[in-house]
């Protein structure tokens, strides 16, 4: 079935530090993948999306870019700040009898020190 | 702000009692989706409603039900609660789950409940 594997935490940078965030999936098809944030005490909020193969998605200086041959949706961005610090979720939607409800990764906590 | 809301934001109860919570999606969005978010299970779909019907169903204990009112709010209810059932439940809401992959979840803040 669906699934998401993520990189676990916690992941501990100090600032303007470069962030990788490993994300692979399986599912049949193709996909749509997302990167969601939780801030402390906060609901999901999306970050970025991509809905087909090579397809980049950027926010807020994050990028991830849709990788169909190795099946992966890392996220990345250049230059940390305190204020990313969260827990982010890789999760993917699929075609078919499961569209629509999201699969997530298992979350990876991002702490960032000045 | 996603536009999402839910209510209450906590929630304390005993083992065996039943709660219900409630979801406001987005204005103009007519699919609701719960998740159940826990330290061991981590994020999982519950249970998806389009204009209130039932449209997908993971995997969502028989105590728990939902449902989608026609003014589009929603509502999951917990019942025979055990301590296992100690999570944050989010709702999320959506335009529509007919066009493949392309429109946005939008979750709400959550409810955190805690069965004592």
């Known amino acids: 079935g669906d699934s998401v594997t993520q990189m676990e935490g916690p992941v501990t940078l100090s600032e303007e530090a470069f962030l990788t965030i490993n994300c692979t999936y399986t599912a049949t098809g193709y996909p749509s993948l997302f990167w969601y944030v939780q801030y402390p005490g906060e609901g999901l909020q999306l970050l970025l999306k991509a809905t087909k193969a090579d397809d980049k998605g950027s926010n807020k200086g994050f990028e991830a870019t849709y990788r169909k041959e190795t099946t992966s949706f890392h996220l990345e961005k250049g230059s940390v700040q305190v204020s990313d610090s969260a827990v982010y979720f890789c999760a993917l939607r699929g075609r078919g009898s499961t569209l629509g409800r999201l699969y997530f990764g298992r979350g990876t906590q991002l702490t960032v020190w000045p | 702000d996603s536009g999402v809301t839910q209510t209450p934001k906590h929630l304390i109860t005993a083992t065996g009692q039943r709660v219900t919570l409630r979801c406001s999606p987005r204005?103009?969005?007519?699919?609701v989706y719960w998740y159940q978010q826990s330290l061991d299970q981590g994020l999982q779909f519950l249970i998806q409603?389009?204009?209130?019907?039932?449209?997908a169903k993971g995997n969502i204990l028989e105590r728990f039900s939902a449902q989608q009112f026609p003014d589009l709010h929603s509502e999951l209810n917990l019942s025979s609660l055990e301590l296992g059932d100690s999570a944050l439940y989010f709702c999320a809401s959506s335009v529509t789950p007919t066009r493949a992959g392309i429109e946005t979840q939008y979750f709400g803040p959550g409810t955190r409940l805690l069965v004592l």
């Open positions: 204005s103009g969005d007519l699919s």
């Open positions: 409603y389009y204009n209130g019907e039932e449209r």
